[in-house]
């Protein structure tokens, strides 16, 4: 098995309290702010002279964290914040600065300022501010030219959509992602499912560090998986959050043992699966809507893997709409708006989550009743309830999907699974990454997991290890290789399967 590239690790530090072993670390990323905005400038002084005599900035990377200028007590202009990183720059010697999300105006004086002097900028990744700039910037630069260096994720278990989608638009762009998390296991799922190329620890994950790299070297070189592209739609002002408006897709594609990848109104090249979210009305786009219809033609496509369209507004009965209609068997009478989504749905005779509980503002599906989808020649594989009526939530043709309702939660995953391969045998809330030589899992709460690996056989043998919510091993041994993996984890816990060579 090929080796993987050891990733790089960063001390995280108040500048105050740092005193460290720095030994077995490729930097430090050091907290310089006081809690007025201010620059610890005496004690900064001390700490980069005492590394300066080590040798350090010679070999090793020193990170100035400002993600103080991110608070709202404390945010500088635009052009402020630029000439802030200039003096930086002239007052210290150092190789990066971390900001958390800014405007984009103020991200991009940053950005001119770091290449300026000749230092990385890195975003933190933390939600909404995340999807604010990304979706926002997408509009004029759905490449992202002048985005940070590096961004580096801050996961917790309530955004972990805004990471996975960081990893995924990163995987897109060809930008580097690091990892952080205060929680060990989230940090270990993240390598166990994105091998991130470095990470940022603090000094209170003792041994973190040589977990990480011993899963890695287990593991060996990341595999190569089947590609889905979930494109999404540029946005000024996002009414949601990646957790709230992909969360369920993210899931259900990654536990079908999907490499997922983000694009803006770009389908990739290549990709096995395409899920498309889109904006609140595609007929703004008017050319890349042309190529969806494009992609769904028999006659011009030569696409046959899974299309899933998921639309944030209504469908409507003009232009190409028309032509998705006519797909879908969607009659002309189907239209209107209703603004809820059914927060259950019947599958299998029992309640299982579609919409969730708490509905956010703005949140509907189109008016589109079952029977006369069905009366048409349609093919609805799921319906429910609004009010009195029977409404059609997903529409099949094929092998493509129109998922009507918007947004969907994270707990919808197990039935978009069954769009992209049925991985969830349950409803489960596990965020899983599947695949064929590491599957991860780690549970959001307590949790019951029944998962179909996607591959054709098992390996002969697993190596199952289960994380504590403390984050240590508790199990760690060799299983039989088999396809269907049934696990009782705890809130917290984490699972990794290993495939065990012969």
């Not at 979706?135 to 490449?143: C, H, W």
């Not at 054709?456 to 290789?481: A, F, L, Q």
Request: with cysteine; proline share 6%.
């Amino acid at each position: 098995m090929a080796a993987a590239q050891d990733p790089k690790f960063i001390l995280y530090s108040s500048v105050e309290t740092r005193g460290q072993a720095l030994d077995p670390y490729d930097g430090v990323s050091l907290d310089i702010l006081d809690d007025g905005g201010n620059v610890l400038d005496e004690t900064l002084n001390d700490v980069l002279a005492s590394l300066d005599k080590q040798g350090w900035n010679a070999e090793h990377m020193t990170m100035l964290d400002v993600s103080y200028l991110s608070n709202r007590k404390r945010r500088l202009s635009a052009r402020r914040t630029g000439r802030f990183i200039e003096g930086l720059s002239d007052r210290y010697v150092f190789t990066d600065i971390v900001c958390a999300s800014l405007s984009n105006e103020a991200l991009s004086f940053a950005y001119l300022a770091a290449v300026e002097g000749k230092k990385k900028l890195n975003l933190k990744v933390t939600s909404p501010g995340f999807e604010r700039y990304v979706l926002d910037y997408a509009g004029t630069d759905p490449k992202l030219a002048r985005s940070p260096h590096r961004w580096i994720v801050a996961d917790t278990t309530d955004t972990l959509a805004a990471g996975d989608a960081a990893f995924a638009l990163g995987a897109a762009l060809n930008i580097p992602v690091w990892d952080s998390s205060d929680d060990r296991n989230l940090v270990l799922y993240r390598e166990a499912r994105d091998v991130p190329e470095g990470f940022v620890l603090d000094d209170e994950a003792p041994g973190l560090r040589e977990e990480i790299l011993g899963l890695r070297k287990a593991r060996g070189a990341k595999e190569a998986k089947p590609v889905a592209d979930l494109v999404l739609a540029p946005s000024k002002d996002p009414a949601y959050t990646f957790t709230e408006f992909i969360g369920g897709a993210m899931s259900a594609l990654s536990a079908n043992g999907y490499d997922v990848r983000v694009t803006f109104e770009t389908l990739l090249d290549k990709a096995d699966l395409y899920y498309v979210i889109g904006r609140d009305d595609w007929l703004e786009n008017l050319p890349f809507f042309k190529k969806i219809t494009a992609l769904m033609d028999s006659k011009l496509s030569k696409f046959y893997g899974p299309v899933i369209l998921h639309p944030t507004g209504r469908v409507k009965e003009s232009g190409p709409w028309a032509d998705i209609r006519a797909h879908f068997k969607i009659p002309m009478t189907e239209t209107g708006w209703i603004g809820d989504i059914p927060a259950f749905v019947k599958e299998k005779g029992r309640d299982t989550a579609w919409g969730g509980g708490s509905i956010p503002a703005g949140a509907g599906m189109t008016f589109i009743r079952a029977k006369e989808v069905q009366d048409a020649g349609g093919d609805v594989l799921l319906s429910g309830l609004s009010n009195t009526q029977t409404v059609a939530l997903i529409l099949r043709n094929g092998n493509h999907f129109l998922v009507n309702g918007a947004p969907l939660p994270r707990e919808a995953d197990y039935i978009l699974s069954k769009l992209a391969g049925g991985a969830l045998r349950e409803p489960a809330p596990v965020a899983v990454s599947a695949g064929r030589k590491v599957t991860a899992a780690y549970a959001l709460d307590d949790a019951r997991l029944i998962l179909r690996l996607p591959m054709p056989e098992p390996p002969p043998h697993w190596r199952e290890i289960i994380y504590g919510r403390d984050g240590r091993r508790g199990v760690d041994k060799t299983i039989p290789g088999t396809l269907l993996i049934k696990e009782d984890l705890l809130a917290g816990e984490l699972l990794v399967l290993l495939a065990v060579s012969p």
